[in-house]
């Protein structure tokens, strides 16, 4: 363990619990140091909290005992590029996030939940406030739109990309599903660019993302 973590690893273990008895210590299990800051098993659970809320792709806990599971670290690898991300988001101006922007995204997870009363119970069941999950989805928005304003207007699709995306890809797609009635391109050039748009998208993010976990200071702790 590196020097420069140390202090801060053992303010974290030994923070006193308001929760036990006089005396009692609340140690919560290092998962990562990212750059100084300290991701915890805890981090791990409240992260698992929000994917059951359908905030994140749901991930089932095959893990029985203490420590990290299989599904715990990739949980832990998320975690890791939240942390990258966030330092790139706060040194970045023009993210602001509406407070209709995060209404929006609460009634569709409202929605997916089977109404306002079900969320309300599954709230209380993982133990999560409302206002944490809106803080939480003003947290996602505001990504959203750091990722979007900084890699989508380099994005650049040709006209030969979508022809071949027609022929190599839809044509034989619906070939194979037995669709008789085929397209024209020009019908559906539009889809196919939206769909090589978020494609490359993806692409410069992850390669972004790798970029940043390199250059980073990460110590992991299985």
Known sequence: MRKKTLEALLILLLAPSGGRGAGAEMIDQIVAVVNRQ???????????????????????????????????????QRLIQQTLIMEQVQSFAGNE??????QGQYAQIEEKAGGKELLAETLR?????????????????????????????????????????????LLPELARKGISEIPPLTDVEGQ????????????QIDEWLNSLTRSADIQIFK
């Open 125 to 169: 069941e993982c133990q999560v406030s409302k206002e944490a999950l809106e803080a939480h989805l003003e947290w996602q928005i505001r990504v959203l739109k750091f990722l979007d304003n900084r890699f989508r207007q380099f994005v650049v699709i040709l006209p030969q990309e979508t022809e071949e995306y027609y022929r190599t890809s």
């Open 97 to 102: 996030v509406t407070h209709e922007e995060v």
């Open 192 to 203: 196919i660019r939206d769909l090589l748009i978020e494609e490359k998208l993806n692409t």
């Open 38 to 76: 300290i991701i915890t098993l805890s981090d791990v659970e409240e992260e698992k909290k929000y994917r059951r809320l359908g905030v994140e792709t749901e991930v089932r806990n095959r893990n029985e005992g203490a420590g990290l599971g299989e599904d715990d670290f990739e949980i832990a």
